[in-house]
């Protein structure tokens, strides 16, 4: 059973995880990096985390260790660190492979990992890879773990990540116009997130059924459904995502192979 979580790092991502930590669990030490010292200090104060005095106070307290430093710092944070055999580390930068981390953080266990925000309401879909048992009792706390069984489909199921974010731009552009055209404000905000959570449960009730054909019993032939999807493909709505997706796929795999050009190099990534 994990006892202790150190976390190095605390910037967003931490935030969200040391909040989701807490509601998770109440017995668990969570420690804290103290760069950046109000943010440390107000979480440990709201979620009874401990800020310890540097990054190597945090790892020898800690039986598990995340990293949720920018990619281009876990390289150098992690170098100042001695690790122990039995500490358990988990990357969450995306874009640096196990190739890379690994010497960075030997003689420990290494794990990549890619939560969202929603790790903070204990709803975060994350990847793992590989498996690990103290990697994934953690990450459950926050959330339904995805277990990757290869590495090459960490980059594409990243973008995922990156889709996440998309998600809120597209909200808020829908909410937005419906205002506009009249409806109250928060009523129209409820109406577009409640319509996606509906949306969301449907299919996720049933899992072998395909979105295409649950999208058929909506769109009746002149109905509303179809004279939007119309206009949506007229104006590239839908391709335009595939575009989105390709663009974030291409930049992680450019990154992928400039981390371990670097490492091969001996340089800074
Ligand atoms: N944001 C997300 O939702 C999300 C989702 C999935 C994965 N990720 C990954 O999570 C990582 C963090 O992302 P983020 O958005 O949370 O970034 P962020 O807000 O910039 O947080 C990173 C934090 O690390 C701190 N830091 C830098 N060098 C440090 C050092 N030597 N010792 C201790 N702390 C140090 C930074 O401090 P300074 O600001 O003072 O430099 C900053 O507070 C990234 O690798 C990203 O790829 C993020």
């Known amino acids: 059973m994990i006892k202790r979580v150190g976390i190095i790092g605390i910037g967003h991502l931490a935030s969200y995880l040391v909040e989701g930590l807490r509601k998770a669990s109440k017995d668990i030490e969570i420690i804290l990096s103290p760069r950046n010292v109000e943010k440390s200090a ?23 260790i995340v990293l949720t430093t920018r990619p281009e710092d876990t390289r150098v944070v992690s170098e100042k660190i001695n690790f122990q055999p039995d500490h358990t580390v988990i990357s969450v930068a995306v874009g640096l492979s196990l190739e890379t981390l690994k010497p960075l953080t030997t003689p420990a266990t290494v794990v990549r990992a890619m939560p969202i925000s929603c790790a903070a309401i204990n709803q975060s879909p994350t990847l793992l890879f590989p498996d690990n048992l103290r990697a994934r009792e953690l990450l459950a706390l926050l959330g339904q773990v995805h277990i990757l069984t290869d590495e090459s489909i960490f980059t594409p199921a990243s973008v995922i990540g990156a889709f996440y974010g998309w998600i809120y731009a597209l909200l808020n552009e829908i909410i937005s116009w419906t205002a506009q055209a009249g409806v ?69 795999k450019e990154k992928r192979k400039l981390s371990s050009v670097s490492k091969k190099e001996g340089g800074e990534y």
């Open 42 to 64: 107000s979480l440990a104060t709201q979620f009874g985390a401990t800020v310890a005095k540097n990054n190597q106070a945090v790892v020898n307290v800690s039986d598990i």
């Open 184 to 252: 109250p404000h928060q009523i129209a905000r409820n109406l577009v997130l409640e319509a996606v959570r509906g949306a969301a449960n449907m299919a996720l009730n049933e899992p072998k059924k395909g979105l295409d054909i649950m999208l058929n019993t909506l769109a009746t032939p002149s109905g509303i459904t179809e004279q939007g999807l119309t206009v949506l493909r007229q104006h590239q709505g839908m391709s335009a995502w595939t575009f989105a997706l390709n663009a974030v796929y291409e930049h992680l």
